[in-house]
């Protein structure tokens, strides 16, 4: 089966413009689980653009099989094109692309792409179709990177903050001693703190010992 036109042409693109020595220190920054080319991402996104440059826009079908075959570049700038991608078209899929989303939330999981995921499409679908259900499932799954993103899906909702939500997903992880639970706690309160801080000061006073020191220095940290 031929790959997409979308992934034909990074493939073109993205090994000329690496770098071995911005490889190797990117590489060991994310303690060697993904191999890099070494791109920066202003340069990358540079190299997307002209790439796709006269492509038409892919339906919901044709992301799904851009988006799983990038998925599986072995240099995770391909991942990140189409973390890319996919946050300038979540506006247009419908509610059942979710699951995509989270099989790629559950595939090669590190935090650079679980959180571009989380907060920015599976949020924009939350958000768009109402599907809060889904990301009450994603907070009680068992697997830590869905709850992470359960957690950190509504940051830049400001006003529109679902704070009863909030509040649950927070209490559901705050005795986890995993770092990136305990962070993106903190992260969430951190945010919406920003639209409403007595609500987020109550909050963290309220969860007293329960909340990691962590979490509550990042909770409190413009209060």
């Given amino acids: 089966m031929d790959e997409p036109e979308h992934v034909v042409r990074l493939r073109q693109v993205l090994p000329a413009a690496s770098d071995p020595e911005r490889s190797a220190g990117?590489?060991?920054?994310?303690k060697d689980q993904?191999?890099?080319?070494?791109?920066?991402?202003?340069?990358r996104r540079r190299l997307q653009r002209e790439a796709w440059?006269?492509?038409?826009?892919?339906?919901?079908?044709?992301?799904?099989?851009?988006?799983?075959?990038?998925?599986?570049?072995?240099?995770?700038?391909?991942?990140?094109?189409?973390?890319d991608l996919l946050r300038s078209r979540a506006g247009v899929c419908p509610p059942a692309f979710l699951s995509v989303v989270e099989d790629l939330v559950l595939t090669d999981s590190w935090w650079d792409t679980v959180d571009t995921l989380a907060a920015h499409s599976a949020g924009r679908l939350v958000r768009d179709h109402g599907l809060g259900a889904?990301?009450?499932?994603?907070?009680?799954?068992?697997?830590?990177?869905?709850e992470r993103g359960a957690l950190i899906h509504q940051l830049g909702w400001k006003a529109d903050t679902d704070t009863d939500r909030l509040a649950h997903y927070c209490r559901a992880h705050a005795a986890?001693?995993?770092?990136?639970?305990?962070?993106?706690?903190?992260w969430a309160l951190r945010e919406y703190a920003k639209t409403d801080p007595d609500?987020?000061?109550?909050?963290?006073d309220g969860m007293g010992a329960e909340l990691s020191g962590l979490s509550r220095r990042e909770a409190t940290k413009y209060l």
């Avoid at 990117?26 to 994310?30: D, I, R, V």
């Avoid at 993904?34 to 340069?43: L, P, Q, R, S």
């Avoid at 038409?56 to 094109?81: F, K, N, S």
């Avoid at 889904?134 to 869905?146: A, I, Q, T, V």
């Fill in 176 to 186: 986890s001693t995993w770092f990136f639970h305990r962070k993106a706690i903190g």
């Fill in 26 to 30: 990117m590489t060991a920054y994310m």
């Fill in 199 to 204: 609500w987020v000061r109550t909050f963290v």
């Fill in 34 to 43: 993904f191999g890099f080319f070494g791109i920066k991402a202003d340069e």
């Fill in 53 to 83: 440059s006269g492509l038409d826009h892919p339906t919901p079908g044709e992301l799904e099989g851009i988006l799983r075959a990038l998925w599986t570049g072995p240099e995770r700038e391909y991942q990140y094109a189409a973390c």
């Fill in 134 to 146: 889904e990301m009450d499932r994603w907070c009680e799954s068992g697997e830590p990177w869905l």
